[in-house]
């Protein structure tokens, strides 16, 4: 009788230990789920179709799971971030209230486990950006194109200075980096009316690589010290050879250049001034990403008319073997 008893009792602790977490869990999700329903609710929608900001009260939450950094969305519920939109989230109407209500560090936390469990959005996939492989130089064609595209009449991003600047019609920009995750963040780009339709967004006539560097651009914004990548520090350099650029140079550069690069190729008779490369300075003398830059953008991302971007042409390789070329002085020295 003891012994059984015994066993039972092994048996009854294994299924405590066993279920435990997922009772604990259990209670959490319950928890959120009451803070949600008795808090949030009253303004923000959990749950249905994406509806027109000019009919809600509050910024839709049903992609909450997959929208936010997880840091960043705990410092909002913390009531340590600024509001998002500077005339209240709808602009059209006079602000009733500044604040937002404001949860203790616990109920942050669980609610913030509860969104990123619940409110999933399946058509939020992988973004095809990848910010690992991203250039300075892209994110600087990015913020141009936010001027470019108009996003700063209604989003405020920060000036050199700090200052704020653009118009106030939606939310500001200027710590999209450290706010937004990037699958949403491209999902979101790829066609705004899905998630706020009717609102005033529109859908900009961008091609894949503009869109990379606008994502990118806005992916940096606020962020310190971001990394960005350096093309000229890769293998596809420290392999670089001169053979394979020489034949690269007749292939696409000549025409223009001629062949030691003083601007007397046939393509050069109508350019003024002749695409003269080896002029003034010795070339071993330009830094690497300017080399790198003027390839692969062009010579109207630096003010030079006319020189082609070669970065949808040229594979990295090419690039790096046609510039030890003209780093040697077209191999004269
Ligand atoms: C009285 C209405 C109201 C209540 C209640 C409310 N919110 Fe909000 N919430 C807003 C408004 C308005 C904004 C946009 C304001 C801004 O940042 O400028 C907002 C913004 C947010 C954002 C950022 C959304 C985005 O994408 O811009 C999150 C996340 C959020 N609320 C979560 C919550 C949670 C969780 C609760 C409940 C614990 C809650 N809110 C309760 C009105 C409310
Ligand atoms: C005419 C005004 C307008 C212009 C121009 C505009 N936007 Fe928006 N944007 C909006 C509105 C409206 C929304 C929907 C969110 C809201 O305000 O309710 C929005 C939403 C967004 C969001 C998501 C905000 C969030 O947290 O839910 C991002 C990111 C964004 N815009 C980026 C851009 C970029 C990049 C451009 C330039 C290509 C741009 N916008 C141009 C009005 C504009
Ligand atoms: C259609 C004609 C054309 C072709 C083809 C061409 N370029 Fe150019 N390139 C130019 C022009 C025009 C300039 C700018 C000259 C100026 O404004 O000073 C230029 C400028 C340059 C510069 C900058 C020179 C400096 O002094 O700053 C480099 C480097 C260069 N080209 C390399 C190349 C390479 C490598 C290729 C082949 C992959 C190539 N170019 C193909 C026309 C061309």
């Known amino acids: 009788m003891y012994r059984r008893l015994k066993k039972m009792s092994t048996i009854f602790f294994l299924f405590l230990i066993l279920y435990f977490p997922t009772f604990l869990w259990a209670?959490?999700?319950?928890y959120a789920e009451k803070i949600i329903t008795s808090q949030c609710k009253g303004c923000h929608r959990f749950e249905g179709k994406p509806k027109s900001k000019f009919e809600l009260k509050a910024p839709d939450l049903m992609w909450g799971g997959m929208k936010y950094k997880r840091t960043w969305l705990i410092r909002r519920l913390l009531g340590k971030e600024e509001n998002l939109y500077p005339k209240g989230y709808r602009w059209d109407k006079l602000r009733l209230s500044l604040k937002h209500m404001i949860l203790t560090k616990e109920e942050a936390k669980v609610v913030a486990d509860y969104m990123e469990t619940k409110l999933i959005d399946s058509r939020i996939k992988k973004s095809l950006v990848d910010l690992s492989t991203l250039t300075e130089m892209e994110v600087k064609f990015g913020g141009k194109i936010f001027r470019e595209y108009s996003c700063l009449s209604c989003h405020q991003i920060k000036d050199k200075d700090g200052k704020l600047i653009g118009g106030p019609i939606s939310v500001t920009?200027?710590?999209?980096?450290n706010r937004y995750t990037l699958n949403w963040l491209s999902r979101f780009a790829e066609n705004p009316q899905d998630f706020t339709p009717h609102s005033g967004e529109y859908i900009a006539d961008i091609s894949a690589r503009k869109a990379r560097q606008l994502i990118g651009y806005l992916m940096t914004l606020g962020v310190q010290k971001f990394k960005f990548y350096e093309p000229w520090k890769s293998k596809e350099f420290k392999?670089?050879?001169?053979?394979?650029?020489?034949?690269?140079?007749?292939e696409y550069c000549m025409q223009c250049h001629g062949k030691n690069g003083e601007g007397d190729g046939p393509g050069a008779n109508g350019l003024d001034p002749k695409p003269a490369i080896n002029s003034k300075l010795s070339l071993s003398d330009y830094p690497d990403d300017y080399f790198y830059n003027i390839l692969y953008y062009g010579g109207k991302s630096f003010g030079k008319s006319n020189m082609p971007d070669w970065g949808m042409t040229l594979s990295k390789q090419s690039l790096a073997?046609?510039?030890?070329?003209?780093?040697?002085?077209?191999?004269r020295e």
């Open 27 to 30: 209670g959490n999700g319950d």
């Open 173 to 177: 920009l200027f710590d999209a980096g």
């Open 239 to 250: 392999n670089a050879d001169i053979k394979r650029g020489v034949k690269v140079y007749k």
């Open 321 to 331: 073997d046609v510039i030890i070329y003209l780093r040697s002085d077209f191999n």
